[in-house]
């Protein structure tokens, strides 16, 4: 049964970076297609991109091409992702989530609250 | 970059009813990745339905999707009080490597 543990909760300043770490037991990592989706309060779900371990690239949505980088260390089964250049409005619930290729995502990491504030 | 528009935006219902939730997407969606998440208050989302018609490890029968190209349904055939949560639709862009959700439907008790 593969699991996914993340990071513990972050409080950043604005224009700071922050790295949330996603550890994973269970399964061949190298399997894995590990996505970040995000949470804003009160807000939907956004996919914000993701890794393919095997292949070692990154697709990222266009909102976020830039800000954001997602690496994997095979070594520890642990995948992160960086957004950079952070901003109130990146307050938000992230997780991350595993796609093992039926285009969606199962299990999902408990989730890592990220607060910008000044 | 497909849309996808859920309907209707808060549904009202009592437990024992039946449920029918709308996702419609800006362009044709390939059937075999698109999937339907229950999400709770404090939780992460949990998978319900995948390649729109498949139910997930350990879901209830009563739960069911259903459509294809650009609609799709999710029904669920009798509500149990743990059912009253948000529902999100999500695809997956092959062409173009990407995933996108709905804005989420909330269902909750009339």
């Known amino acids: 049964q593969v699991q996914l543990v993340q990071s513990g909760a972050e409080v950043k300043k604005p224009g700071s970076s922050v790295k949330v770490s996603c550890k994973a037991s269970?399964?061949?990592?190298?399997?894995?297609?590990i996505s970040w989706v995000r949470q804003a309060p009160g807000q939907g779900l956004e996919w914000m991109g993701g890794i393919i371990p095997i292949f070692g690239t990154a697709n990222y949505a266009q909102k976020f091409q830039g800000r954001v980088t997602s690496t994997t260390d095979e070594s520890t089964s642990t995948a992160y992702m960086e957004l950079s250049s952070l901003r109130s409005e990146d307050t938000a619930v992230y997780y991350c989530?595993?796609?093992f290729g039926s285009g969606s995502f199962y299990p999902w990491g408990q989730g890592t609250l990220v607060t910008v504030s000044s | 970059e497909i849309v996808l528009t859920q309907s209707p935006g808060t549904l009202s219902l009592s437990p024992g009813e039946r449920a029918t939730l709308s996702c419609r997407a800006s362009?044709?969606?390939?059937?075999?990745?698109l999937a339907w998440y229950q999400q709770k208050h404090g939780q992460a989302p949990r998978l319900l339905i995948y390649g729109a018609s498949s139910r997930a490890t350990g879901i209830p029968d009563r739960f069911s999707g259903s459509g294809s190209g650009t609609d799709f349904t999710l029904t669920i055939s009798r509500l149990e009080p743990e059912d009253f949560a948000v529902y999100y639709c999500q695809q997956f862009g092959s062409s173009r490597p990407g995933y996108s959700f709905g804005q989420g439907t909330k269902l909750e008790i009339k």
């Open positions: 362009q044709s969606v390939s059937s075999s990745y």
């Open positions: 269970g399964g061949t990592f190298s399997r894995y297609a």
């Open positions: 989530a595993t796609d």
